[in-house]
């Protein structure tokens, strides 16, 4: 007798209450032989006919393990390799055989509707038996439960967040450079040995000349690893310091070479016994970092005679320059900075800006550079604001000299970049005293907490003083940035496109606008000498060792100061959640960060899915409202927690499953709003999306077998979780997002074609191609491409041009066609269709697709941040930009009214399973509707406000749209 057919064993839908990691179990009254199960999407029937239970499983893709027990095991064992669940892939999990009484599923779902097919044992033994509901109940039971011996990887999210960190492996801050290199202090001291040489004549300034241009090079090199001046820090791992190592190691070489020379001269040796000489001198009389500052002060004292400083043979504007060169070297390193502190060189710095540098340019900025150098260290800035050496925590009183000098040069309206580098060292300069003021006023309060109630009154003048400081800190540090520079070349290189051989509009041109424009919602890098200073000021510890005390607590009267100091505390923690520099500093210190969070959040802590997400939490305490200190922990720690995940996934093997755990773990965080912004933080690691790229290319076209498998395999789970990760990004609204994605929009359409889902439903991949289609086109033909690109789209037209599932941009000789260059008769065409399409008096709105309305969204932001520059906005206009966005209007209120009708009508008809899935749609594309709207109408009024233009009353009335549109986005019911 044959083995009989399976049947279906278990029907049910696990329901929870809130989006998080789950465990659910089945258990089977007697063994049974368990041979498919099946995982019903919504509002899905299953493929038995036999099963009546509706499909809702929610969210639509999400990790899943299935894991059984036999009986007489002491341990589960998985029924299959992990997966991820998803609509693209097959819903019925075909599995080997296996006779067990106790099933298991873990995921991160919310609800997850299963169908268990097998046999019972005495089915398999004798003959077939057909199970009704009733016999099937009486059968089977469920429960919810917990495992301790599944994967690590699997086990919650819910950890503390100590046990969620592990330690920094690729991403990483420079670190404080600690000592002087080998191969500067030879340079140093093998600059001392030439110098103290007899009749040097004109080759004094050979050597003036090597040591400067040494000098330039450490310049140089600080500039291009700091990034003072730039929006995002985009290198990634370590410094490469091969270029500064050669510009040292060429000027040492170059002193060395001279210094043979003199000395075959004057005792005719030969060149290689001197050179071995030489090399064998300076390694056995290596000096520390305190011995070299000794024997170089002579060359830095500035305030004795002419004859008292440098070398004779030079003038004292040359000795002045050799001197700060010499001091740019030392003040380069903590050790020597502090050497250099120690013995009175701020002071000396100080006494040239009374007599040396009226009327020098050039000398100023070289001064301003050893004093930038010089207070990247704790002992620059004390030593610079005449605080050195202090006896106690205690901040002298009186009058800063050298803070004054800098503000003095100020009002002298020097030139741009004079000013720029002394309004940057003001700002640290400033930074490092209200920082140490805070931290003399912690220690002060944590120190007289166990005082008289006398003293109480006294701890309560600080805490005002604290929140005072704390509000210093935070304006210094959201005032970061770089100094415009006024000039009209400047204004004129900003505004205008200049030198573009491939046209004014194209993608090359253009795409760098969107990251200057006004709708980025980051904040400028902060600097890293700043962090390091806040870092040596112990500004973690101190604050949370001050919220974990009962004096915020302890009177009434209080209430207000305790108020301020925790929103000050808490607005000042969240903006380092807006840069590449603030998330690092915080990862580079884990324990004191947790328990920082851990002196935010308290006792009570509140659901993750309450917590308002980190833009809006921003928004409100810019606008005076608070944000209480437990959402601020929990906005920290779930951005804490990404980076975290980024810093691994970018270790992390490709195609491995440490690679998917990781990528599981973002896409499970990001299934709340908080989470989903944390995961925004991508944008601020380029490095990122090279990795994700590679893991859409994870299932290659030479891999049909395994795509539409039943036990989807761990590339497909990698592809569909990078593909929701990168739509994250992509149909984030900010310009921040943007411009991370859009230079990868290439390679992205190149890798989501080469895996193929091959799949219609609308599964991650498939989303995301729609979400960069716009974005190819931009790619190929620029701004005035993707503007008749739009037209087509806001016509009616099908942005498929066929009946299959294959975009515009997928066919080069398509977009050719359609939106090619402006050489082409045809591309013009396309405007007059569009206008002759509105001329029609009747013309009330076309019904666009979902496509449409993504790959419109997707243009839309392309377009209205680009032309925030003249010239863009200039060609858009010329090019019936005004047309374009008038149609898209009218075709989003026509089915915005016709969505409104649609709920009314399904909310009369009841709430039904079929009737509420319909009801769902409809108000996600509302949604989507609304985030068409937005970017349409910045464009429409950026349009009119850079080209100050009357908008034809027979073409459209654009401020009446706007408040149609807007009325129309928020419906009253």
Not at 351 to 360: A, G
Not at 516 to 527: K, R, V
Not at 589 to 609: C, F, R, S, W, Y
Not at 880 to 906: F, K, P, Q, W
Request: proline residues 3%.
């Amino acid at each position: 007798m044959g083995r009989p057919e399976p049947c279906v064993l278990f029907s049910q839908t696990f329901v929870h209450t809130h989006l998080d990691e789950y465990v659910d179990e089945v258990l089977f009254a007697e063994p049974v032989v368990i041979t498919a199960c099946e995982f019903l999407e919504q509002n899905a029937s299953s493929a038995s006919l036999a099963v009546s239970l509706v499909g809702a499983t929610s969210p639509p893709s999400f990790a899943l393990e299935v894991f059984v027990q036999s009986e007489g095991e002491t341990r589960f064992r998985r029924l299959c390799q992990p997966f991820l669940y998803s609509h693209s892939s097959s819903n019925v999990l075909d599995v080997e055989a296996v006779v067990t009484n106790h099933l298991v599923v873990r995921g991160s779902y919310r609800s997850l509707s299963l169908v268990i097919y097998g046999n019972t044992a005495e089915d398999l033994g004798q003959f077939n038996i057909e199970f009704d509901d009733s016999s099937l109940t009486s059968l089977v039971s469920s429960a919810e439960g917990k495992l301790e011996d599944l994967p690590l990887p699997l086990h919650t999210f819910n950890r503390t967040f100590e046990e969620s960190l592990s330690s920094l492996y690729f991403l990483s801050l420079p670190a404080v450079t600690l000592d002087l290199s080998v191969e500067v202090k030879q340079l140093l001291q093998l600059m001392l040995k030439i110098l103290d040489l007899p009749k040097l004549g004109y080759a004094v300034h050979k050597i003036l000349c090597t040591v400067a241009l040494a000098a330039a090079s450490l310049i140089t090199f600080d500039l291009e690893c700091n990034a003072i001046d730039q929006k995002h820090l985009t290198s990634g791992g370590k410094i490469d310091f091969k270029e500064l190592d050669h510009g040292i190691s060429e000027a040492r070489k170059e002193l060395l070479e001279f210094y043979e020379a003199l000395q075959r001269n004057s005792m005719n040796e030969s060149s290689e016994s001197l050179t071995e000489c030489i090399f064998m001198e300076l390694d056995a009389d290596f000096a520390s970092s305190k011995q070299l500052v000794e024997m170089l002060s002579p060359f830095f004292q500035f305030s004795r005679s002419s004859s008292g400083f440098g070398h004779h043979q030079l003038s004292e504007c040359e000795n002045v320059i050799l001197g700060l060169n010499m001091a740019l070297f030392l003040c380069s390193s903590k050790e020597s900075c502090f050497h250099f502190v120690n013995c009175g060189g701020m002071d000396q710095l100080a006494y040239l800006f009374d007599h040396q540098i009226q009327n020098s340019s050039a000398i100023t900025l070289l001064l301003l550079g050893v004093i930038e150098q010089a207070t990247r260290h704790y002992v620059g800035c004390e030593g610079y604001l005449g605080w050195w050496p202090r006896e106690d925590e205690n901040i002298p009183s009186g009058t800063s000299y050298g803070y004054s000098h800098l503000l003095k040069l100020l009002l002298q309206k020097p030139r741009h970049d004079v000013a720029s580098l002394a309004t940057y060292v003001l700002h640290r300069l400033r930074f490092y005293e209200v920082v140490s003021r805070y931290e003399c006023e912690i220690l002060s309060i944590l120190g007289g907490l166990s005082a008289t109630a006398k003293g109480t009154s006294v701890a309560s003048n600080k805490l005002r003083g604290v929140g005072s400081l704390l509000k210093k800190i935070l304006h210094l540090v959201i005032s970061h940035g770089p100094v415009e520079d006024p000039s009209p070349v400047a204004h004129a290189t900003k505004h205008f496109i200049l030198g573009q051989t491939d046209g004014l509009v194209s993608y090359k041109a253009t795409s760098g606008l969107i990251a200057s424009s006004n709708c980025c919602f980051s904040e400028w890098e902060i600097d890293l000498h700043l962090l390091a200073l806040l870092k040596d000021r112990g500004f973690l510890p101190l604050s949370a060792a001050l919220l974990s005390t009962t004096i915020l607590h302890s009177e009434d009267k209080d209430l207000d100061i305790s108020i301020e100091i925790v929103s000050s505390m808490g607005s000042l923690i969240l903006s380092l959640l807006f840069c590449h520099s603030g998330l690092v500093f915080l990862l580079q210190q884990p324990e004191l960060t947790a328990t920082l969070i851990h002196a935010l959040k308290g006792v009570d802590t509140m659901n993750k899915e309450e917590c308002v997400p980190l833009r809006y939490a921003s928004v409100l305490i810019s606008k005076g409202f608070t944000c209480s200190p437990q959402e601020v922990g929990i906005i920290v720690e779930t951005h804490l927690r990404v980076v975290n995940a980024i810093d691994r996934l970018l270790s992390a093997s490709p195609q491995s499953e440490e690679f998917l755990w990781v990528l599981w773990e973002l896409c499970g965080l990001a299934r709340s709003d908080c989470g989903r912004q944390a995961l925004l933080a991508l944008s601020f690691f380029p490095q990122v999306f090279s990795v994700l790229i590679e893991a859409l290319h994870s299932i290659k076209e030479s891999e049909p077998t395994m795509k539409n498998s039943g036990a989807s395999p761990l590339n497909l789970a990698i592809l569909h979780s990078a593909a929701e990760i990168v739509e994250v990004i992509v149909t984030d609204s900010t310009a921040t997002s943007l411009s991370s994605w859009i230079r990868h929009a290439m390679e992205l359409h190149k890798a989501l074609h080469s895996s193929s889902p091959g799949s219609n439903r609308k599964d991650a991949p498939t989303r995301l191609l729609e979400w960069i289609d716009a974005g190819l086109v931009y790619h190929k033909n620029g701004a005035i491409g993707l503007l008749r690109y739009a037209a087509v789209l806001a016509s009616g037209g099908d942005a498929h041009l066929t009946s299959t599932n294959i975009l515009v941009s997928d066919l080069a000789d398509v977009v050719d066609n359609i939106v090619g260059d402006s050489s082409n008769a045809s591309d013009i065409n396309v405007m007059e269709n569009l206008g002759s399409i509105i001329s029609v008096k009747s013309f009330d709105g076309v019904n666009l697709r979902d496509s449409s309305i993504a790959q419109l969204t997707t243009a839309f932001r392309i377009l209205a941040f680009i032309s925030e520059n003249p010239t863009v906005a200039a060609a858009l206009y010329d090019e019936g930009a005004i047309t374009v966005i008038y149609v898209v209007l009218v075709n989003c209120s026509y089915m915005l009214e016709r969505s409104s009708n649609s709920y009314d009508y399904l909310v009369d008809e009841g709430t039904e399973c079929n009737s509420t899935s319909d009801l769902l749609l409809e108000r996600n594309r509302e949604q989507s509707l609304v985030d068409l709207l937005i970017p349409s109408l910045v464009l429409l009024i950026t349009l009119l406000q850079r080209l100050q233009l009357l908008v034809r009353e027979d073409r459209i009335d654009a401020l009446s749209y706007v408040y149609v549109v807007l009325a129309l986005a928020l419906p009253s019911n």
